[in-house]
């Protein structure tokens, strides 16, 4: 009568997140978990443990394991009917709707002892990631499409000639599909933004925009539109800030972007110089929500402010930080000091607003609204750090924020201690 079940692992790699318990508390119809796996298979523990966890907290989940040298027969006339095609397989079907999770897509493995003839450890377990997204993808009916403003030497999706270099968003764009979001590239040199847009996003522009780009950005938010905007500090070799012509558009929406290059000695990464720093400090908000306990990497970074009732800052340095604006020393590699030119800390390097909307004349005033996020660094969100620390979660929680959808932010893959 009184049945509880505890977590011992020092990573709690067992104890399901809130998103998916939320999740899993608005199930209005039955899941059912089929699992392809035999007892030898190296995850079928942690497996085991995890879906025993997701039916304890939800009566809809039912899980039913199948061994596939056992139930040979069973086997092949399952994996038909769900178009399973790869053995250790965990299918999950919802109505008519199924999706699968292969053990590959469960663990981040590490193959560094293969140098010793030592066999791959596992060196995080990602399971609840997976499982939860593939529950979403099944229950949620509508799928935001996210467009990657292309040009202007912004960072590219893969399709859009990203491929594997540094400026690249692939794993950003896996990570949202598994957030059961679809992504495409747009352009804003016509003046117009795509009419199915559920959120834009600009990731690390090198030029600046065009005035039909900038109105058409404006439109878009005054028509309740939900925009990122990753700006990274461009400084030219003179010791200036190279403008985007974004900046003043955001200063007009309450995101005020200083020409400055964050600096926090006392949360500088070893072996970097003072751009890079690791901030840990995060103002209340849903977009932090998942975040405690971690810190997120920037390794280049302008400081902003939020101004205004409906913004709100995000991450910030500590007391110790600021807003170098001394650009040129930087450049030439001399010690810098605050003094009264600098922006003090704590300095903000990302920022939300959520406002109504200013109508126009004879509108009615409110009439739609819309969210907008600022960061002071695009090259977190690229293939270069978005692996580290708590980078992926950050960028997973600002997009379910901007689609408005709060109650699903923040599943971090956990460690294993082998």
Request: hydrophobic share 40%.
């Amino acid at each position: 009568r009184r049945f509880v079940r505890a977590d011992w692992t020092t990573t709690q790699i067992y104890s399901l997140s809130e998103k998916t318990e939320n999740i899993l508390a608005d199930l209005e119809d039955e899941i059912r978990i089929v699992v392809f796996m035999t007892p030898a298979t190296s995850m079928f523990d942690q497996v085991q443990e995890l879906l025993e966890r997701y039916k304890a907290a939800s009566d809809k989940i039912t899980v039913e394991h199948i061994d596939p040298e056992r139930e040979p027969l069973k086997t092949t006339q399952l994996a038909e009917q769900f178009g399973v095609q790869v053995a250790n397989t965990v299918v999950f079907i919802y109505g008519d709707r199924t999706k699968y999770v292969t053990t590959d897509q469960m663990a981040e493995m590490d193959y560094s002892g293969a140098q010793y003839c030592q066999g791959p450890t596992m060196r995080a377990f990602k399971g609840e990631e997976q499982f939860t997204s593939a529950i979403l993808s099944l229950v949620a009916p509508d799928v935001p499409k996210i467009f990657f403003v292309t040009g202007h030497g912004v960072a590219a999706l893969a399709g859009a000639g990203g491929g594997a270099t540094d400026r690249s968003l692939r794993i950003l764009e896996e990570a949202l599909k598994r957030e059961n979001m679809e992504t495409a590239d747009a352009t804003l040199l016509s003046g117009e933004v795509p009419d199915d847009a559920d959120v834009l996003a600009i990731v690390g522009p090198t030029r600046a925009y065009t005035e039909a780009e900038i109105e058409a950005l404006g439109a878009y938010l005054d028509g309740g539109g939900r925009l990122l905007v990753a700006l990274d500090p461009l400084i030219e070799p003179t010791g200036t800030m190279r403008p985007t012509r974004l900046e003043a558009m955001l200063g007009e929406r309450g995101v005020v972007v200083h020409d400055d290059l964050v600096v926090d000695p006392s949360r500088r990464l070893p072996f970097y110089d003072l751009s890079a720093v690791y901030l840990e400090d995060f103002p209340a908000h849903p977009m932090t929500r998942g975040l405690e306990g971690f810190a997120v990497l920037f390794t280049v970074a302008r400081s902003m402010a939020a101004e205004g009732d409906g913004a709100t800052e995000l991450v910030q340095t500590s007391d110790e930080g600021w807003g170098e604006t001394d650009l040129g020393m930087l450049l030439r590699g001399e010690p810098v000091a605050f003094d009264d030119a600098d922006n003090p800390g704590p300095a903000a390097v990302g920022v939300a607003v959520e406002q109504l909307a200013v109508a126009g004349e004879g509108e009615d005033v409110g009439a739609a609204e819309y969210r907008l996020v600022v960061f002071g660094d695009s090259v977190f969100l690229t293939d270069l750090d978005i692996s580290n620390a708590g980078n992926a979660v950050l960028a997973a929680n600002t997009f379910n924020w901007l689609t408005a959808r709060e109650d699903l932010v923040g599943i971090p893959p956990r460690d294993v201690e082998q």
